[in-house]
C-alpha cells in the first residue's frame, strides 16, 4: 500500500488554548465540512475526546453515500491529536492535527497520510482535488471564525504535496 501525503496549515490570530478548544469539540467539524459532503455525526453528542474514542460519521461523495469510523488514537492537548479510520472510504487514513503558538498567534498543522483504492490514478483523477477542496474550504472557514475580534495581522499558508 503505498501512502499519500496532505499537508496543510494556517496561522489564525488567537491564542492556543482557544483554538485547540474549537478542535476538541468534536460538533465543530461538521463546521469545518464543506456542506457538498452532506457530512454528519453519527455518534451521541457530547463526545469525550480521549485515546480510543470512536467517533462515526455518514457523508456524501459525488452522490455515493459512505459510513466513516475514526479513532482518537493520540490525545495530547493542546498541542496535538491524531485520528485514525477504522472503516471509510480509503485504504487508510492517518490524521495528525498539531497546535503551537507564537506572540498570541496560533498555527495549525493537518498532515493526513492516506492511501486509496486504486493508488496514484484514482488519487490523481478524483481524491487529491477533493481533498484540496475540503482543506481549503477547511482553511477559510477557520480563518473566517478566528478572525473575528482578532488583530489584523495574520498569515495563512497552504502547501499540498503527494510522495
Known sequence: MRFRHLHAEVWLPRPLEEVFA??????NLEVLTPSWLK???LTSLP???????LIDYRLRL?????R????ITVWEPPSRFVDEQRRGPYRAWIHDHRF???????QVVDHVQY?????ALIDNLFVRRDLDRIFAFR???LLELFKANAPASSTAQRVAAAS
Request: charged share 30%; no cysteine; glycine share 12%.
Open 22 to 27: 474549537f478542535f476538541a469539540d468534536a460538533r
Open 39 to 41: 457530512f454528519e455525526i
Open 47 to 53: 463526545i469525550e475526546m480521549k485515546v480510543g474514542r
Open 62 to 66: 459525488h452522490g455515493v453515500p459512505f
Open 68 to 71: 466513516w469510523r475514526s479513532e
Open 100 to 106: 503551537a503558538e507564537q506572540q498570541g498567534h496560533t
Open 115 to 119: 492511501a486509496v483504492w486504486g493508488g
Open 139 to 141: 482553511r477559510d472557514k
